[in-house]
């Protein structure tokens, strides 16, 4: 290094002046010198050699100053006593005393002490970042060997590991993690199969896994690998396992949602607004008080209702002051919903076949202030009898059913639900939703609607219930109203449905998250039944278009002649019924019944509708018999009930009519 970096180090460091040391008495005693420290110093390299070799100067250049600093002051101040203390002058002037050796000493230490502890630290730091290199290092060889010998194909259990499952406890991890291999293998089932295994293979070992796994017995889920995909079955599944939110329903004939919003949540209740879709339903998130005890809910401000079932109600619609039917109410949470949307005006009958229900049912009418309700206890089956056929403007029938789609919240339905249990509810659901249709009034202005619910999933129970109805009644499926939910099944595995059934609407937890749930609206058209024979010729029909589904046409034959050959075969069928029906008649001018060889006796109306004779239906359809065969294809005039006021002008009349003639009858006895 040059002459100018000596002197700009010398110009960093300020010169300090050697401080006067005391002088002293003791005699002069020889110290014990310090044992040098042996520290482990790394190389230094070339630079630090070089700053080694400045400081070594700068320490000379130093000890120089200070002996001529010394001398001076002793020429300056012991130049007139030259025999005072001369052994402390000598310790004090020479540069080699012993204090000036410790003190050397110690700065070299402390140099070398703070090169050792930063040398150490370095090395240590090196050592640590060597280590890491070297576990990623590993861990990345490691990745890649396991990756090199794991192979893409699932290998499904052999019999002897299955028996050896059988034996012992299950172990769920390892069943999770077969479920979801088998689900990525049949996903992409062409790539990833096993050979000599087949997709019934993987269905079934499926169907085992997801049993012991998640409880279900093999019927149920049996039923629902039919219904769904493999990656929605387990989607659906494992929205079962979890609880649906807890939601609330403002009661609009006491307060809005927004008043009852803040008043909740200065309670501690963490809520939100539930949908779009609804306008007074809340969805709760925590709350510090329970929410079914606070004094709102003691009030009747709202209802603590399942957010599936605002839907039957939203797909009724029904109107100010019209007659509505509830045949399942209990507990109360849709027949109050009605009585709000119907602002308590009209009336509602609200059946409960179980009698320990209604209590449930009366508690929450009173509290929620609904005033338009009459509760009865009859069969669902019986109301047409008790209300009258033809009475009402609307019917909502939330058919009992398994709870398919409610498992969350009960968790036996997953082992006890059974093919047998299900179409004993199926039965019934066909029963309830035929009485339905006979007490609504196809000539209501505002009503002629029935709505069916179920919380259940099956098709059995929904579909194919839907699909009866529309056999066995004039009625059709309208849309529900509700801009949400997946359409309908119109077939389902051997079963093929009216193509209208896809306006029904079903609702899944893993979707929609709430419970499972389905509805159908249903518009009467006419208040007529249907005989049997035109519910057989539907029937014959509905096969012959099953036949054509499953089986091939001629090759010749297109589908439109296809079509043309089968309405033509039906046309003849009902013609010669016709004829032979009209036939019997003429010649015995009786009907016989369909099957038997008895006839049918005449009906008879009563005295007080003799005037109307020939404007019923059934004596048209009698006219119309009489007629020939001709006639009767060219042109069908449709049946049609005489309106109310014509019938009750007519019996007024007829009133007036008899009083009459009974008062002259008397003025002409007391005249005789």
């Not at 019999?159 to 050896?164: M, S, T, V, Y």
């Not at 619609?317 to 027949?335: F, H, I, L, S, W």
Request: aromatic residues 6%.
């Amino acid at each position: 290094m040059g002459t100018s970096a000596l002197n700009k180090r010398k110009g960093a460091k300020p010169q300090k002046a050697s401080p006067k040391k005391k002088q002293k008495k003791e005699p002069f005693t020889a110290k014990n010198p310090k044992k040098p420290k042996i520290v482990q110093v790394p190389e230094p390299s070339d630079e630090e050699e070089e700053e080694e070799e400045v400081e070594d100067l700068e320490e000379f250049d130093g000890g120089d100053e200070e002996g001529s600093g010394s001398d001076s002051d002793t020429d300056i101040f012991g130049g007139d006593d030259p025999l005072q203390d001369d052994n402390d002058d000598d310790d004090e002037s020479l540069p080699g005393s012993d204090e000036d050796e410790d003190e050397e000493k110690g700065s070299s230490d402390s140099d070398s002490d703070s090169d050792s502890d930063s040398g150490d630290i370095e090395k240590k730091s090196r050592l640590i970042d060597r280590k890491t290199l070297e576990e990623e290092e590993e861990g990345r060889k490691e990745l890649e060997l396991n990756i090199k010998d794991e192979s893409d194909e699932f290998r499904l259990p052999t019999k002897q590991e299955l028996e050896q499952e059988a034996h012992q406890p299950p172990d769920l991890s390892h069943l999770q993690r077969r479920i979801k291999e088998i689900v990525r293998v049949l996903s992409n089932f062409k790539a990833l199969r096993q050979e000599g295994a087949s997709r019934k293979d993987y269905v079934e070992q499926l169907k085992r896994d997801l049993s012991s796994y998640y409880g279900y017995n093999d019927f149920l889920i049996g039923a629902l690998v039919e219904m769904f995909p493999v990656v929605e079955l387990v989607e659906l599944i494992e929205a079962f396992e979890k609880p649906r939110p807890i939601c609330l329903r403002t009661n609009t004939l006491k307060t809005r949602r927004r008043d009852l919003a803040a008043s909740l949540i200065n309670r501690g209740v963490n809520l939100d607004p539930l949908s779009k879709w609804s306008k007074v339903g809340l969805v709760v998130y925590e709350s510090q008080v329970p929410v079914g005890a606070t004094p709102e809910y003691m009030a009747g401000y709202y209802m603590l209702q399942s957010a599936s079932s605002f839907l039957p109600v939203m797909a009724l619609a029904p109107q100010e002051n019209e007659r509505v039917v509830d045949m399942a109410a209990a507990p109360g949470g849709k027949t109050t919903y009605v009585a709000a949307l119907m602002k308590n005006s009209g009336i509602i009958f609200a059946n409960e076949m179980k009698e320990p229900r209604l209590k449930s049912l009366t508690a929450n009418l009173h509290r929620m202030g609904v005033t338009n309700t009459v509760v009865c206890n009859y069969d669902g089956k019986e109301l047409p009898k008790v209300l009258g056929s033809n009475a009402v403007d609307r019917v909502l029938l939330d058919a009992p059913c398994s709870g398919t789609g409610v498992i969350s919240k009960d968790e036996s339905v997953k082992t006890s639900k059974s093919s047998d249990e299900i179409q004993k509810c199926a039965h019934l659901q066909k029963q309830l939703i035929l009485a339905a249709i006979d007490m609504v009034d196809a000539n209501s202005k505002s009503g002629g609607y029935i709505v069916y619910s179920t919380c259940s999933i099956m098709v059995a129970e929904n579909e194919a219930v839907i699909d009866y109805a529309l056999r066995k009644r004039n009625v059709k499926l309208v849309p529900c109203g509700l801009d949400f939910g997946r359409p309908g099944f119109t077939r389902f595995r051997e079963q093929r449905f009216h193509p209208s059934v896809e306006k029904t609407r079903r609702f899944y937890p893993h979707v929609h998250n709430m419970d499972g749930f389905f509805v159908a609206k249903l518009k009467k058209m006419s208040n007529l039944k249907p005989t049997t024979a035109e519910s057989r010729l539907s029937e014959t029909v509905e096969a012959e278009t099953v036949e054509a589904e499953t089986v091939d046409v001629d090759l010749n034959m297109t589908e439109d002649d296809s079509e043309k050959n089968a309405r033509v075969d039906v046309q003849q069928h009902s013609a010669d019924e016709d004829t032979e029906s009209e036939k019997k008649v003429l010649e015995d001018g009786k009907p016989e019944l369909a099957g038997t060889g008895k006839k049918r006796k005449e009906k008879k109306l009563p005295s007080f509708f003799s005037h109307l004779k020939g404007q019923f239906p059934l004596d048209q359809k009698d006219e119309k018999k009489v007629k020939s065969s001709d006639q009767k294809k060219e042109k069908r005039v449709k049946l049609k009930f005489p309106p109310r006021e014509e019938i009750a002008k007519a019996r007024e009349e007829k009133r007036t009519a008899l009083r009459k003639s009974k008062a002259k009858n008397n003025t002409v006895g007391t005249g005789e």
